[in-house]
T-cell receptor
C-alpha cells in the first residue's frame, strides 16, 4: 500500500529558529495535507495542498507540494514554544474518489525556550 | 469554530467486553470517519461512512467492529469483543463535501485490560 515517509523523526530546536520537515512517497499523491497533533488531542489541519508546485502559507507556516507529486515540505519560521507537537503529513489513499487518508509517522518537534 | 465531539475521553474495559465510542460530527458535514492511533504510532484509517452506509473500510475493521448513525447527530463505533491490541486512541472525524481536510475530534483513549 501507499506509504508516507517523514523526516526527521524528531527534532529539538531553540525558540526563534526556523524548522523544516519533509514528507516523501514512492507513489504519486494528488493532495498533501499537513496536520499538527498536540498531546491528548486529535490532529488539526494546518495546510492543504492541491496542485503540484503549490506553495501555501498559514501564518508562520509554509508548505510546498513537490513538482513530482511525491514529496512535500513544511517550514515553520521563528519557532515558539506552542509549536511543540507532532506534525503529520497525509494524503488520500489510492483509488478514484477515495477520501481515506494515509498518514506518515510524524515529526516530533520540541522547542527549547 | 465548529467541533467534532467525542465521548468518553477515556475508557477502560476488560478484554472480551463490548465498548461503544460516541461521536457528534460537525452538523453540516455528511462524511464521517473513524481512525485509530496506537500509542507512539501513526494515525490509521478504520472506516468511512456516508449516506447511512460504510463506503470504505480497512483490514483493521474486521467483524468485531461496527459503526452506526443511530440518529441525526451521533456516530458510533462499536467493538464487540475487545482484545488487548485494541488499546489505542480512537479518533472520529467528519468533512464537508469536496474537502479533503477532515476535522478530527479529541479522541477516546481506550485501554483494554
Amino acid at each position: 500500500g501507499q506509504q508516507l515517509n517523514q523526516s526527521p523523526q524528531s527534532m529539538f530546536i531553540q525558540e526563534g529558529e526556523d524548522v523544516s520537515m519533509n514528507c516523501t512517497s514512492s507513489s504519486i499523491f494528488n493532495t498533501w495535507l499537513w496536520y499538527k497533533q498536540e498531546p491528548g488531542e486529535g490532529p488539526v489541519l494546518l495546510i492543504a495542498l492541491y496542485k503540484a508546485g503549490e506553495l501555501t502559507s498559514n501564518g508562520r507556516l509554509t508548505a510546498q507540494f513537490g513538482i513530482t507529486r511525491k514529496d512535500s515540505f513544511l517550514n515553520i519560521s521563528a519557532s515558539i514554544p506552542s509549536d511543540v507537537g507532532i506534525y503529520f503529513c497525509a494524503g488520500p489513499h489510492d483509488g478514484a474518489g477515495s477520501y481515506q487518508l494515509t498518514f506518515g509517522k510524524g515529526t516530533k518537534l520540541s522547542v527549547i525556550p | 469554530e465548529p467541533e467534532v465531539t467525542q465521548t468518553p475521553s477515556h475508557q477502560v474495559t476488560q478484554m472480551g467486553q463490548e465498548v461503544i465510542l460516541r461521536c457528534v460530527p460537525i452538523s453540516n458535514h455528511l462524511y464521517f470517519y473513524w481512525y485509530r492511533q496506537i500509542l507512539g504510532q501513526k494515525v490509521e484509517f478504520l472506516v468511512s461512512f456516508y449516506n447511512n452506509e460504510i463506503s470504505e473500510k480497512s483490514e483493521i475493521f474486521d467483524d468485531q467492529f461496527s459503526v452506526e448513525r443511530p440518529d441525526g447527530s451521533n456516530f458510533t463505533l462499536k467493538i464487540r469483543s475487545t482484545k488487548l491490541e485494541d488499546s489505542a486512541m480512537y479518533f472520529c472525524a467528519s468533512r464537508a463535501t469536496g474537502a479533503y481536510g477532515y476535522t478530527f475530534g479529541s479522541g477516546t483513549r481506550l485501554t483494554v485490560v
